[in-house]
């Protein structure tokens, strides 16, 4: 590739494709092509790692952070874990200590963020995100985007620490001063934020993508001047969804003749219970209890499959599943004692979860997957080739081999 030339990638989190629409102006200048990509059954813990490696959960093994593990908790041993009031982690210092502690404690260097979980839940979980995503390195055996770059001798770029004001500067200086190598990933991750508080088209998130696209449009002009040209690409990883009802799951379970974690553990996210059993009695009573419920469905197991969440491999992080339908939100969750105003974690067949990929060259027809966007966009122009890396997977028996 000529050294004028280079490549450009920004992650926009929460930008889907509904929400492009609502703001069709939103970098069209520089990047006028844009598709709907279906996004993956889970969160941004999810479907990060499956953009930045192509492979879906039960492959790269990425899918909820926190999963049970009684007997390999990291905060088992924490004097302070779970044991920090809620009103004092409102404060937003104190609450920054606390998670720098924790992470200190576990040995943890990617993202973490231990929300409302209880003491009594937090030392029977494990947390997969330990490492920091955006370091060049293999999931489960399969390369990241940039160990991928890094095995083929390029020269690349990853901005992903800080606030996105800083990020979206430091990518203006650096394209200033003519030191952009010819791959460099930007991630922004304020629009998330915004979009769990206000509608799609709220004043808030057009300013938020306005001033994206005002950083954007100095960092391509000043390329242009440079005489390097800049081929750009856009892309997310889900979309959000309008938050219409919630379901209060533990209340529903409290009448049951039952003991957590006895009989069985289950961790609330807000759009998924996820149930560990210890006895047939206590699946048979969970599973009657929710199947009635008419804001989710119990996901089967070929389901499971087709979202890339096969028992067999992904087995810890849940061995039943209850799924919320759209717009639904689990009231109280382990993660906070509120709904929001809008959600994202979805079936990923829902309009309001699909992502979008914009770009300044032009784009295929062909439906497409976040997963794609590795192998037709990271590494490759064509989907002939296939980057070259074999997986050593490191489960076995649906449990996560320590090593």
């Known amino acids: 590739m000529s050294a004028q030339t280079i490549d450009l990638f920004v992650f926009i989190d929460g930008l889907g494709w509904e929400i492009y629409r609502a703001h069709p102006w939103f970098l069209k200048d520089h990047a006028p092509y ?65 998670l720098a502690y924790l992470k200190r404690s576990a040995g943890f260097d990617g993202y973490f963020d231990a929300y409302d979980i209880p003491r009594w839940k937090l030392k029977r979980l494990d947390y997969y995100e330990k490492q920091d995503l955006f370091q060049p390195q293999a999931y489960n055996g399969w390369d990241n985007v940039f160990a991928a770059w890094r095995r083929q001798g390029k020269a690349w770029l990853c901005l992903s ?57 100095a960092v391509l002009g000043g390329l242009k001047s440079q005489g390097i040209q800049c081929r750009l690409k856009v892309f997310s990883d889900h979309g959000m969804c309008r938050v219409g009802a919630t379901v209060d799951i533990a209340r529903l379970l409290a009448g049951l003749d039952l003991d957590t974690p006895g009989d069985y553990f289950a961790f609330l996210d807000a759009t998924m219970a996820r149930f560990w059993f210890a006895n047939d009695r206590a699946k048979e009573k969970v599973i009657d209890r929710l199947a009635g419920l008419a804001d989710g469905r119990w996901l089967a197991v070929e389901e499971r499959k087709a979202h890339g969440l096969d028992p067999e491999a992904v087995g810890f992080y849940g061995e039943e599943i209850f799924l919320l339908n759209p717009g639904a939100v689990i009231e109280p969750n382990d993660l906070s004692r509120k709904a929001p105003y809008g959600m994202h974690g979805y079936d990923p067949a829902h309009k309001d979860s699909f992502a979008v990929l914009l770009s300044s060259d032009q784009l295929s027809n062909e439906p497409m997957r976040i997963t794609d966007i590795f192998q037709s966009e990271f590494v490759y122009t064509s989907r002939d080739q296939e980057y070259p890396i074999q997986a050593t997977h490191l489960f076995a028996d649906g449990c996560v081999v320590k090593t």
């Open 161 to 217: 620490d800080g606030d996105d004001d800083s990020k979206l500067h430091q990518l203006q200086r650096e394209a200033a001063t003519r030191r952009l190598p010819e791959k460099a990933y930007l991630h922004l991750n304020g629009l998330d934020g915004l979009l769990h508080q206000y509608p799609h088209a709220s004043s808030p998130v057009a300013n938020c993508l306005s001033a994206y696209q005002s950083k954007l449009d």
């Open 34 to 98: 844009a598709k709907p990509v279906e996004s993956i059954l889970g969160y941004s813990n999810a479907c990060i790692p499956s953009i930045l490696c192509g492979r879906m959960p039960d492959e790269h093994l990425h899918w909820s952070s926190y999963y049970y593990s009684p007997l390999n908790s990291p905060f088992a041993d924490i004097a302070l874990a779970g044991r920090v009031p809620r009103i004092l982690r409102s404060v937003g210092r104190i609450n920054r200590l606390y």
